[in-house]
């Protein structure tokens, strides 16, 4: 199986201020026929499932702010909020579709400071 | 629109099975894989296995194969999840996504389902 590995498991950024979180993966994931990255970036908030926010590893989903990007390739990979907002607390997780199962990070804590 | 609704909680003793369903509405049932996904109490997300909701053919977690069946009605647009030998580390929500074949990933999900397993 693939191990997703997250780092930090939590972080704490001002306001305004710029966030990253990466995520590894224990195999790549990037698929030689199309040169896509089978990596997907969610956020989850208390109660709620989880969103979709990045997959493809760099593509945004439809109705994400563009304060959200992520980039990587291969095995190591990372999501970016350029801008941190308060509505962007939340936990979140990566995942891996490269193959079955499709495994998912640890998860990330992102707080305001 | 495209909404996944789930079933309501359940609460199990152990030993015992439960079935989860998950109601697919604003899309063509049939066109996308149901993922089945669980998250136990401030855990992470640990995938549990999908169906081919055309020809029905599931896949499944080796941490689940021997316990889950994944199964769909597609006159109901609704898939299931059933997970027999329940123990009291099974307590945990568990979500379907929809899976889309286009982008690979689980881009719609369902609001949850706890199933609590106690004595």
């Known amino acids: 199986d693939i191990v997703m590995t997250q780092s930090p498991d939590s972080l704490a950024v001002s306001l305004g201020e710029r966030a990253t979180i990466n995520c590894k993966s224990s195999?790549?994931?990037?698929?030689?026929?199309?040169?896509?990255?089978?990596l997907a970036w969610y956020q989850q908030k208390p109660g709620q499932p989880p969103k979709l926010l990045i997959y493809?590893?760099?593509t945004r989903e439809s109705g994400v702010p563009d304060r959200f990007s992520g980039s990587g390739s291969g095995t190591d990979f990372t999501l970016t909020i350029s801008s941190l907002q308060p509505e962007d607390v939340a936990v979140y997780y990566c995942?891996?579709?490269?193959?079955?199962?499709?495994?998912f990070g640890q998860g990330t804590k992102l707080e305001i400071k | 629109q495209v909404q996944l609704v789930q079933s309501g909680a359940e609460v199990k003793k152990p030993g015992a099975s439960v079935k989860v369903s998950c109601k697919a509405s604003?899309?063509?049932?049939?066109?996308?894989?149901v993922h089945w996904v669980r998250q136990a109490p401030g855990q992470s997300l640990e995938w549990m296995g999908w169906?081919?909701?055309?020809?029905?053919?599931?896949g499944y977690s080796r941490l689940f194969q021997d316990r889950v069946t994944i199964t769909r009605d597609t006159s109901a647009s609704t898939a299931y999840m059933e997970l027999s030998s329940l123990r009291s580390e099974d307590t945990a929500v568990y979500f379907c996504?929809?899976?889309?074949?286009?982008?690979?990933?689980?881009?719609?999900w369902g609001q949850g389902t706890l199933v609590t397993v106690s004595s």
């Open positions: 996504a929809r899976f889309s074949g286009t982008y690979w990933t689980c881009d719609y």
């Open positions: 604003g899309y063509t049932f049939t066109s996308y894989v």
């Open positions: 169906i081919n909701t055309g020809n029905g053919k599931a």
């Open positions: 195999q790549s994931l990037l698929y030689s026929s199309n040169n896509n990255n089978y």
């Open positions: 493809w590893a760099s």
């Open positions: 995942q891996q579709c490269f193959s079955s199962p499709y495994t």
